[in-house]
């Protein structure tokens, strides 16, 4: 999804709606200026003094505050209660609630500090991590979109990945590449975004989301 956010003097977000779709999933935007909503999450409110040093559980760090789409008007849940853990079962695992709203995409992003839309800086990281890896299962089969980086403000993210995840019933890994990427101080730690038409409420999980 191509997306232009602009943060106008009271904080209220303009978005161009207009958007791509690729595998039935829109892609979440480059998110510029302040605004996006807010919602619970563990770790991530303070800045660390020096680097964190990898690999860290991303939950440890940043905090899931960043609800976008459906999220910011109560259309997504974000409960520990997940029937099972996957991978090394680091950080939190996060059962996902979409209960599509009328926006027609939900989403979250993992920020530093707390509710971070660059309007301070990141957190530092440690150099040389080349991936990002997460476990991510549905009840019913979905697609969702993973991402890092890519919140631009005053402070920006200076890398911007993503891909996108078929998921069933059974837990999958999925990666995403840092190989050549350049970071620093990371705002957009982690995210992920669900999009579609779908008859009633989606319930997905995503766990052990680790930098290495």
Partial sequence: MLWMILACA?????RDTAAVTAGGVETVPTVGGVGGGTGGGGGGGTTPAGPVSLPFAVDDVFAASGYMGDAEVGGL????????????????CHRLTWTPAGVGWAGIYWQGPENNWGQTAGIPIAPGATAIR?????ETPATIELFAGGIAGDFSDTFDVRT????????????????????????GGF??????????PVVLHIDDITWE
């Fill in 10 to 14: 009271t904080n209220v977000d303009v």
């Fill in 77 to 92: 849940s974000d409960s520990p209660a997940c029937p099972q853990r996957a991978g090394e079962g680091l950080g939190n």
């Fill in 134 to 138: 997460a476990w991510a299962w549905a």
């Fill in 164 to 187: 996108s995840a078929a998921l069933t019933e059974t837990p999958t890994e999925v990666v995403l590449d840092l190989s050549g990427e350049t970071y620093d101080a990371v705002i």
């Fill in 191 to 200: 995210g992920f975004s669900i999009g579609g038409d779908p008859d009633g």
